[in-house]
């Protein structure tokens, strides 16, 4: 069983009959299956663990400093982080960080959280966060993007030299790589991300 998407909803977006190779448990469902691995392994790799849900302990993760009045950026965490900490030229950790607050403008990019620091941010060149990294659960873009991606593998594993018919009967190449598929899921994408 898929953790982004279910052979039902795959089911749905093919508008399988219900009947024949298509009953429920049939020869189609683990065919279904398997593209479903397919896909959540492919999102994975575009996405990395962002949108994984959260574990049950917190872990540090280190970020450079932001200059002066900016927000610090971190990797989505659930929860508030439970605590900062400067880190001193050669690694070592030094003393909490104080006077600091989440703060997630709606403009920001879905996939990253950002604190800030009223006092401002010092010299040091990096501070460590420790939370609890990850979703609380699987964002809901994620999952529409995981079903419509397998049912797109469907079709174009159906269909001879990946062309297929359009409800128009127009005909069209099916892609890997739909660009209405990737927009789902950008927000959760490194920048820099390379698309095959």
Do not use: C
Not at 14 to 36: S, Y
């Amino acid at each position: 069983m898929g953790r982004y998407t279910t052979v039902d909803q795959v089911r749905q977006l093919l508008r399988a009959p219900g009947q024949g190779k298509w009953q429920h448990g049939g020869v189609w469902d683990d065919t279904i299956e398997g593209l479903i691995d397919t896909v959540e392994a492919a999102i994975e790799n575009l996405i990395g663990a962002s949108p994984v849900d959260a574990p049950a302990e917190a872990a540090a993760r280190r970020y450079p400093t932001p200059f002066a009045g900016l927000l610090l950026e971190t990797d989505w965490y659930t929860g508030d982080p439970t605590e900062i900490r400067w880190v001193r030229t050669g690694g070592t950790v030094g003393d909490l960080v104080t006077g600091w607050t989440p703060e997630d403008p709606e403009s920001t990019r879905r996939g990253r959280r950002f604190i800030r620091r009223w006092a401002g941010w010092p010299t040091e060149r990096h501070v460590q966060v420790t939370a609890r990294w990850g979703h609380p659960q699987i964002p809901a873009a994620v999952r529409t993007a995981a079903a419509q991606w397998a049912a797109r593998l469907w079709h174009e594993q159906a269909a001879p030299l990946g062309i297929v018919d359009t409800e128009g009967g127009i005909p069209m190449r099916v892609g890997t790589a739909d660009p209405r598929i990737i927009r789902l899921i950008r927000h959760w994408m490194p920048p820099g991300t390379l698309i095959a």
